[in-house]
């Protein structure tokens, strides 16, 4: 089905990114499947380009839930002496087994963002290789090596563009609706103590995202700062229709191992916000 509330015009869909807590997304598209909405187009940012990619392909959220809450997410990690800590290949490959090779194979079109690390340009991929594309719009600054894509070096598309509504101007939709997965900015920075016998340990906890050091949470919270500011001026200069932005203030962008809590948290908040707009929900 193509459309909004059970076939009432074209409906745009725009996934924000937010590493973890992006994975609100497949709840909130369950609860959208649930009440008969489908979306003509999707875009998406980083880990919205991801799961937008899984929809677009033809997987149900149901699908994509469990496809989340069986990935070790650590496993599809490779490290990197160069331009990031994660090489990506191994993300890539994995990729590789879950989506079409191109984006003319989707059932639903999709726009991926990047951002042309070089320049500072704004990219919108939405044909050729789509498992690169998606490598591409995830490719958190620091952590993954850019990607190398026509002649550009590319990486994650929040860094521009964390809820791309933008991408829907000029195409054939009724209604936009967004997802936004900031984090609130309300949080003070937190110290992890650690003794030098335990130092390696520390790290390669950090690494594998099991905790963060004080100077990575001073990064990733200014980092936060920069990306909410984005983010609030683009939902202003382009309005969707329907936004639903999940509280999660406990939830870091590398907890990966709260999978099920994220998804339940973007379910409950899709469920509110469609029953504040008079949709009945399950």
């Known amino acids: 089905m193509n459309g909004i509330g059970r076939g009432e015009g ?23 499947e649930s009440v008969g909405w ?18 677009a392909a033809g997987y149900s959220g149901t699908e994509i839930h469990a496809i989340a809450g069986g990935t070790s997410w650590t496993k599809v990690i490779d490290l990197s002496a160069k331009g990031g800590l994660i090489r990506g290949e191994r993300f890539l490959g994995w990729l590789r087994t879950q989506l079409p090779a191109t984006f003319a194979e989707l059932d639903i079109p999709l726009i991926c963002t990047a951002t042309d690390i070089d320049t500072g340009d ?23 090596e850019p ?16 809820v791309p509504v933008a991408a829907m101007q000029g195409l054939d939709v009724d209604k936009v609706v967004a997802c936004d997965f900031q984090p609130p900015l309300d949080r003070p920075v937190v110290e ?13 906890e950090t690494l594998m995202f099991r905790r963060r050091t004080l100077a990575a949470d001073v990064l990733l919270k200014a980092v ?15 309005p969707p229709d329907m936004l639903i932005a999940p509280a999660m203030p406990d939830v870091n962008i590398e907890d990966f191992r ?13 469920r509110r916000v469609l029953a504040a707009a008079g949709e009945t929900t399950p």
Not at 147 to 162: A, F, I, P
Not at 258 to 270: F, N, P, Q, S, Y
């Open 10 to 32: 074209r409906l745009g869909l725009v996934l924000g990114g937010g590493g973890a807590r992006g994975l609100a997304a497949i709840g909130i598209i369950e609860t959208l």
């Open 38 to 55: 489908h979306p003509s187009v999707i875009a998406g940012t980083s880990m919205g380009a991801m799961i937008g990619a899984f929809w």
């Open 122 to 144: 704004l990219v919108y991929l939405r044909d050729g290789d789509l498992p690169l594309a998606v490598r591409a719009s995830c490719a958190f600054p620091g952590a993954f």
């Open 147 to 162: 990607v190398r894509h026509e002649g550009r070096n590319l990486v994650d598309g929040g860094l521009k563009s964390t």
């Open 192 to 204: 992890h103590a650690a003794t030098a016998s335990d130092t390696w340990l520390w790290f390669w």
């Open 224 to 238: 936060d700062i920069l990306q909410t500011e984005v983010s609030r001026r683009q939902l202003l200069d382009h």
């Open 258 to 270: 709260l999978v099920e809590k994220i998804i339940a948290i973007g379910a409950r908040e899709a």
